[in-house]
């Protein structure tokens, strides 16, 4: 009891957790969650863009993606580091994500079909990524939200990447520009159910905006995401898919369309186009390089008995 | 001219087609730890071909493809992307892809001992351009000898099965090592004009350092015989084989199906 | 005319999309006969498509791609490799490339029977041309369906390793399965205007053959959701997986560098 | 002595050994090594158009190279067929094969690296294996006999279909005739060295040719082919890349230079430019088909097992 007193203390002055700190199991086990979901999705969201790496258009456009997908490994790293702070493993985690047990971002299960989709990803899927981690650098548990800045600050630097491509396409040719337009057509409605489902749909947030894991609801993201892409939007000189989107004097906002949720909990049931290719792979490059981390291991094993042997002679 | 331009683009195309080879381990590879290493290997290469690339368009404008007019294509893409195949001018060294990590670990000891041997001469290259690029290459590919020498220890001496792996990789990758030491006549004349390496030069010391690596590892090297030319050509006659044409297949269908598109 | 053109682009795109990854097998199959006979069914599958696809630009030549002008291409060639990876009409299920002969296995066995039962009906098409592709059609695919349920049965009773293996191809292959029995408008169309099937309508009896082989081999069905389509399409709008547009890469690449050429 | 006397009638007579008959053991090894090298060239030749397959331009060429392909697997299976009725299994000569120990045709050591050199190998490469292979279909054995009736049938269509590729490409753009040129003067020289060395250094053709096993020497099969293909290039239109290359008429024949035998000694001891590209390709093939192969044995052994328990009870 005293202990849970110090932990909401704690909280309650936005102050943060450390790892050494007393905290209640369930508020551990949340935590463990949604940071797995978050690597995960960093591990799995290299897919997507990587499936491009070897069609890039140009050298300049080949190292940019490539650094990218690069970064996203690299989150993916501290995010699991920020678990094992927690206790738990990246092998554990690792074979939770191979079996389906735990999840990661659905916006990865849509696949990717043209280059315009590497800037699409970075103006859109990093966007609305950014809308939902800037609040998380501020969240409660300290590893988490010391990784969630080093994230943020990448991230935001992709999302301009990414606007940038697209931009410089659209002042290509006629069939570039048509291929950023299909490009946003196809991921604009995914990105916007990146949020999560309506608030009222979202028994847990309450709970994590109380424990200061989350900062924002689903909904209040998803208009900041909306009122931010507008004007992004007529920069680049593309439409964004959605007839109800208007301009809303007196709320200040715009109104907007909700995406197909039918379609959103299908996809996070397991259905969506590439849920199946996205496990599949990870499961088979787990697998395919069991054999170099054993051998790491059995290596590592060998030289330490060696300096044990040398120490006790 | 000429040759300062073919020259460039051979070391150039031999990072370009490394660096598309080992961008495949991409989300690909046995750990995050080595994802991030082998994209960082193929970052640092692709950034050498680029230079190389350039200052190969800069020395002699006419190795670089004529495109549609209009195009805003830079000569470095031009160069990359729209070659055929025999334009290449890389050692065959670099082209297969490669079946597991085993192979990876032999071929990029095997590579970056070659090309760091020749970056260190090249530092003192009269071409102050290369000289500069030489020396910015050398503090990278140092790195990638040392990660693929720590790899291939740890393969020899970790379990039965990536020992076997390894030397399986090692005998495929053996027979490609003759030509990289195979001195061209664009290689004598840059030795003899100044700003370029003869790599029959750099043949003992590569062979030193590779046998080192060997031989703490307790590996012996492959019974096998080297891959010869074909005809009179090899690599850097544009003399490939297989696997570039299929490689370029993919690398190139983008920026072919776009000759006026802006990236 | 339009619909008909769209549907014999279906089927002929399932053939030639098939037929390419079938082909692939080609002196890397586990023994010769299957070389052979998976080369067969590629054949086999490669001429239904040059059917269908001739069909297709006969019923509506607007579905073609136009060429350059002097293009001595023919239309089938025009459609082949001149279409992006939207303009195909083909199910997914047909597109990745397998890891093994044991999703392969598993692949063929669920497209054959599908096919094999459009097919059936297909032969009695108010299109003639349509009916005898599909008569001529019926006793290849009855063919490919056998080959595939005998090394279905000998895989699952096989070895640990066969069944294993045949199992996670299976697991990989069914989530697709539930696209082909989606009626599209224009398989709809074509149904109603009496020259296509409903594949609705042939949902039940390939379940009970699919089931027959199954159970037989003492194999439950994988535990799989299937896989959604992307926003409101699929592989028949032009929706496709990732792996077409690598394939199609590959297969349209010397066909597109010579726009003018004759083969 | 009595089962050579009549063994040596046979050859005589120009009869044929059938698998039954009895055989000097040195024959049999010879025809062994023989057979067993001309299934593996079949098997090996699988690769180099294989390359081409999934890029073939054209629907029609598709379908010819993928039937040609498989034309040559089949030839490797008889060719198998024929030497297991010698007592020696195809798994064994396999085995041989893919560990460097029995040799195959040194023309497949070469790569492919243009469509037109599934042209080339059809009429250069087919047509010089169809000069030594036509005399074979008279050998002394009956089972490689028969095989090479079949076998030649089928390549002489073969040779057809890649004279009529290479001369539709001499009808196409200026691109396509210097590729089909740019092909031939790469495989001009090797296709010369299939008929083996010179006479001179040939020591096994004496043997050969009194059992019947060979009928030609080497360079009378050379100069037919050379005389042969001479009048086929200026139909096409492309130059053989040899300037010795003129009509003697005192001779009766083209007199033409001799390609460069060092080379062709360096690539049948295994330094041409695919030796090891090809082994591997089919090792792997082979060791990733093991576990199907161990997979069909069992069910038959099951099988049998089943039927024998059956007929037991």
Request: net charge negative; hydrophobic share 40%; with cysteine.
């Amino acid at each position: 009891a005293e202990l849970l007193a110090a932990f909401d203390a704690t909280i309650a002055r936005h102050d943060r957790i450390e790892p050494r700190d007393w905290m209640p199991e369930k508020y551990r086990s949340t935590l463990v969650r949604q940071i797995a979901q978050h690597a995960h999705s960093e591990i799995i969201g290299m897919q997507p863009e990587g499936n491009w790496i070897t069609r890039a258009p140009s050298l300049r456009r080949k190292a940019i993606l490539l650094a990218k997908v690069q970064d996203e490994a690299g989150h993916g790293l501290y995010l699991y580091s920020a678990c094992e702070t927690l206790g738990v493993s990246r092998q554990e985690l690792t074979l939770k994500l191979v079996e389906g047990r735990q999840k990661y971002s659905s916006i990865f299960n849509y696949p990717t079909l043209s280059y315009a989709d590497v800037g699409t990803i970075g103006w859109l899927v990093d966007g609305a990524a950014i809308c939902n981690q800037v609040p998380l650098c501020r969240t409660s548990y300290g590893p988490y939200g010391r990784a969630m800045i080093r994230v943020c600050k990448e991230e935001s630097f992709h999302q301009r990447q990414g606007f940038e491509l697209l931009s410089t396409m659209m002042r290509g040719t006629d069939e570039q520009r048509a291929m950023v337009q299909e490009s946003v057509d196809r991921f604009w409605w995914p990105a916007l159910m990146m949020f999560g489902p309506p608030d009222d749909d979202s028994p847990n947030t309450e709970q994590s905006m109380a424990w200061g894991i989350k900062r924002d609801t689903n909904d209040e993201l998803r208009q900041k995401f909306v009122d931010m892409s507008v004007p992004q939007a007529e920069a680049l000189g593309v439409t964004l898919p959605d007839d109800g989107l208007v301009w809303n004097a007196e709320r200040g906002h715009h109104d907007f369309s909700q995406p197909d949720w039918d379609e959103f909990y299908a996809v996070v049931k397991g259905s969506g186009p590439c849920n199946a290719q996205r496990i599949a792979h990870r499961r088979r490059a787990h697998e395919d390089g069991a054999w170099v981390r054993d051998a790491a291991t059995a290596f590592a094993r060998r030289q330490q008995e060696t300096v044990q042997r040398g120490s006790a002679s | 001219p000429a040759a300062l331009a073919t020259y460039c683009l051979m070391l150039g195309d031999d990072a370009l087609v490394y660096s598309h080879r080992l961008s495949q381990w991409t989300s690909n590879a046995p750990d995050l730890e080595d994802d991030i290493a082998l994209a960082n290997i193929a970052l640092d290469l692709l950034g050498q071909a680029r230079l190389l690339l350039a200052r190969a368009a800069a020395a002699d404008p006419s190795v670089v493809p004529v495109l549609p007019e209009g195009s805003p294509v830079p000569p470095e893409d031009a160069l990359a992307f729209f070659r055929d195949d025999a334009g290449f001018r890389n050692v065959r060294l670099v082209e297969p892809e490669d079946a597991d990590f085993g192979v990876t670990v032999a071929r990029l000891l095997v590579f970056a001992t070659y090309r760091l041997a020749l970056l260190e001469r090249l530092r003192s290259s009269d071409d102050t351009v290369l000289a500069a690029i030489a020396a910015k290459g050398v503090k990278e590919v140092a790195y990638h000898r040392d990660y693929a020498a720590r790899w291939f220890l740890t393969l020899a001496q970790g379990t039965e099965e990536s020992r076997r792996r390894l030397l399986a990789g090692l005998a495929l990758v053996w027979p490609l090592r003759a030509e990289l030491f195979d001195t061209h006549p664009v290689e004598a004349a840059a030795a003899g004009q100044g700003f370029g390496v003869d790599p029959a030069m750099v043949v003992d010391e590569v062979d030193v350092l590779l046998e080192q690596v060997l031989s703490v590892s307790g590996v012996e090297r492959p019974d096998v015989r080297p891959t010869g030319p074909l005809g009179r050509g090899a690599g850097r006659d544009g003399r490939h084989t297989e696997a570039l044409g299929r490689m370029l297949a993919e690398m190139q269908v983008v920026a072919r199906a776009h000759p006026l598109g802006r990236w």
